[in-house]
Each structure stands twice: as C-alpha cells, then as structure tokens.
C-alpha cells in the first residue's frame, strides 16, 4: 500500500506506561504510514519491549504497509501458503487448523524457541474484544528482569543452557495429552539454548517461557526451581504490563526480550486479532 510522504520532519508523540516496560504511541495513523518514524519506533520498542498504538484502525494492509517501515515483514506460511496476515482466535469455526495449538498461547512464552533466529517482532491488532475483564495479553520484559537480578545471581546462571522443546508447552493445557498429539508436538523438536542471551547489542535477556524443558547438567528438581523462579521473577509486577484490548488497538512487543501470553478468554465469544512479524536479525547464539 503506497502513501504520500509527508512534507514535514515528524518525531515520536508517547507516554510511559511503566519505567520497566511499556510505552504508548499517540501518533497519528497518516504519520505512521509516512515511514520516517519507523526506526526510531523500532529503536524505542527493543528499549521499552512493548509499543502500544491505541484505536489506531488500522487496516489489514495499512498494517502490513506500517509493518515494512519497522523493518523485514516476515510472511506466514501455512499449508504451503503464504499468508500476509494471520488471524489468532481460539475459535475452531473461525480458525480450524491452528486453535488447538494456540492454547499453549494462554501461559508465558516467547515465540520461535525452536528457530535458529526468532522472529524480531510480531503486531497483533484488536479487531474484534473478547468481553471487559477477559483475554488481556500480557507481556514481561526479560531485558528488564535480567538486569534488575542481583549480581551474585546473574553470576550463579551466566553459563546455564536449557533444552527447549514445543511439546513442553503441552502439558500446561493437556496434562494427559494423546501420544497422538505427543508425537505431533515432539515431531517439532527440541534446540538447546541459553538462559541468559547476550545480543548484539551488548545487552542481556533471559529466556524462559513454557518450552523450556530442563536446565543442562541439573537434576529435575533444581532445574525447576531454577526455570520456574526466575519466570516468577521475570512476571513480577515491576517488569509486566496486561493489555486490555479495544476495537483497534495495535500492540507491538519485541519477541527477543520479551514474554506475553493471551490471558484466559471464552474461545466461542468471537475474540479475534490479526497478526504481522517483523523478521528476526539475530540468532539465539
């Protein structure tokens, strides 16, 4: 979608939503669809994690348009089809093929654990609420909790490497699943990385979430103390923000080094959201 450049110098209009995590973007959409702001906008989200843009409305292709003005737009691909938008429900009538996977979407994560290089970003934007008080997404800064640590803790888990595998995510909405659906989901793999990711930026975040599997060379008892103190840490109230979505919103959240998940919602209440990525620039090493 092609738009006139404005004739004017523009800057970032915002507001701080907490110090940790979180600003909002009260930039016109003409501004944003202009392109100059796109990377100082990609700059400000890998320093404050989320960039949220309320009742912006955009359109699906407006939003692909603002997308490619933060950086490379990564395609979905699903039956050997590329799609521009992806629509993210858990409705099974509106989305078939993907919903029941979807659920592992209501516990903290970050997306592409089992790629070499994860996405950078993903855009969700609201087309469709589900009712007040249910299905936020919250996120949590894992830059923020990272550096926050005591250095005597930072020191205790530099070198820690973790297993992480999608079928982990499983057993937190199936405790007894299939072995069908175990097969299916062990049939994606597993990819060992590490806890504390240095980027290139010099900076450091921690990777959690539910694929994490087991800590390297732990028994699986400290090992879940480890995983699951430092997620209760890194979900602590001073590094997470929870969205409570209107028709429109557009959030953004920086995918490495940052966790979310879609908070509990009626999968038959029409809760809909549409979703571009921004492609990934670093690898997990």
């Excluded at 405790?175 to 900076?203: A, F």
Aim: charged content about 25%.
């Amino acid at each position: 979608m092609a738009t006139a450049a404005l004739d004017r110098p523009l800057s970032i209009v915002s507001e701080e939503i907490k110090p940790s995590i979180g600003t909002r973007i009260l930039n016109t959409k003409e501004e944003l669809l202009d392109g100059q702001l796109g990377p100082e906008l990609k700059e400000l989200l890998q320093e404050r994690g989320i960039l949220i843009f309320p009742q912006i409305n955009f359109t699906d292709q407006e939003q692909i348009a603002f997308t490619k003005t933060m950086g490379t737009f990564a395609s979905e691909v699903r039956d050997g089809e590329e799609e521009v938008i992806h629509k993210i429900t858990l409705d099974e009538k509106e989305n078939p093929q993907s919903a029941a996977f979807l659920r592992g979407s209501l516990y903290w994560h970050i997306d592409g654990t089992m790629n070499k290089v994860p996405i950078l970003a993903s855009l969700l934007s609201c087309k469709k609420p589900s009712p007040k008080g249910t299905g936020n997404t919250g996120f949590a800064n894992t830059y923020a909790a990272y550096e926050a640590l005591p250095e005597e803790r930072k020191a205790e888990i530099a070198d820690l490497r973790v297993n992480h595998g999608a079928w982990a995510s499983l057993f937190y909405y199936s405790p007894e699943p299939s072995m069908k659906m175990l097969d299916i989901m062990q049939g994606i793999g597993e990819q060992e990385l590490p806890l504390v990711w240095t980027h290139q930026s010099g900076r450091k975040s921690l990777v959690l979430g539910n694929t994490a599997i087991n800590v390297v060379g732990m028994s699986p008892k400290e090992s879940q103390r480890t995983l699951h103190g430092l997620r209760e840490w890194a979900t602590g109230e001073e590094f997470t923000h929870s969205h409570e979505w209107t028709a429109g919103d557009l959030v953004i959240w920086d995918n490495t080094g940052t966790m979310h998940r879609a908070e509990p919602y009626d999968a038959t209440c029409g809760r809909m959201m549409h979703r571009t990525k921004l492609q990934g620039e670093e690898p997990f090493e």
